[in-house]
């Protein structure tokens, strides 16, 4: 099994910075990809960025230009750099990982309880 923890949630004003971190343990031999995702109330999850293994980048258009997307492959652990926030940045924000537990095993995603992200105006 995998285990995902996120951290560095928490309350900022409108136009500050966060960074969420995501360190995954457990029966890994190799992360294919990582993501971070989030969800509004009453609203479905989304995806925010997403990295590959081999470095590409993927961004939701909301978040572009602010949000960054990184990863430390020796500590499986994926970052999201969040800049200039907005209110309608507020959302419950969960990472994902696509891995296998063996050179030939499938790839499996495993999901993050989730961290939340306030942004007052």
């Known amino acids: 099994q995998v285990q995902l923890v996120e951290s560095g949630g928490g309350l900022v004003q409108a136009g500050g910075s966060l960074r969420l971190s995501c360190a995954a343990s457990g029966s890994i031999f190799s992360i294919n990809a990582m993501g971070w995702y989030r969800q509004a109330p009453g609203n479905q999850r989304e995806l925010v960025a997403a990295?590959?293994?081999?470095?590409?980048?993927n961004y939701a258009d909301s978040v572009k230009g602010r949000f960054t997307i990184s990863g430390d492959n020796a500590k499986n652990t994926v970052y999201l750099q969040m800049n200039r926030l907005k209110p309608e940045d507020t959302a419950d924000y969960y990472c994902k990982i696509s891995s296998r537990s063996s050179p030939h095993s499938a790839l499996n995603d495993y999901w993050g309880h989730g961290t939340q992200v306030t942004v007052s105006s």
């Open positions: 990295m590959t293994r081999g470095g590409s980048t």
